[in-house]
């Protein structure tokens, strides 16, 4: 599951914002940062308190400094919504870490929980990131319109 996390993320952000100013590259990174944890066996990218402290992070480190931060923000929201699309919500073990304890060894991921229902969301994501790559700048990583 790529396709589906980047193009979801893209395209909620779009039709969202409408910010012609946005750069949708660190938007498609922070999306694909807890596949990075599933790979890792890290479970706890998938939980809220992980994402919120990214987020807090993010906000600190780039104090004083409005350009990077409006450029690394793509990084949490990413994430966010890969949560969101992930249906990791469903599974409080996970998305709850740590305020419903401490042990998340035995949660299911959200996307080995999906099975097969995997396959059709990820030809749908292909579809949308073919979109997105024919109208995205990759310069600058704006997108000047979508369908």
Do not use: Q
Not at 51 to 65: D, K, N
């Amino acid at each position: 599951m790529l396709f589906w996390f980047l193009a979801t993320s893209v395209f909620t952000v779009f039709f969202v914002f409408r910010s012609p100013a946005f750069d949708y590259r660190p938007l498609m990174v922070g999306s694909l940062i807890p596949l990075a944890g599933l790979v890792a066996g890290m479970k706890v990218l998938h939980s809220m308190v992980f994402a919120v402290a990214f987020l807090a992070v993010v906000m600190l480190a780039t104090i004083g400094h409005r350009l990077v931060r409006r450029r690394l923000l793509g990084l949490p929201v990413g994430l966010m919504l890969h949560l969101v699309f992930t249906g990791a919500w469903t599974n409080d073990k996970l998305f709850g870490w740590p305020l419903f304890g401490w042990d998340i060894g035995d949660a299911t991921h959200p996307v080995v929980a999906r099975g097969w229902w995997n396959v059709p969301l990820e030809v749908a994501g292909l579809v949308g990131c073919y979109v997105i790559a024919r109208r995205i700048d990759w310069r600058s990583g704006r997108i000047a319109s979508l369908p």
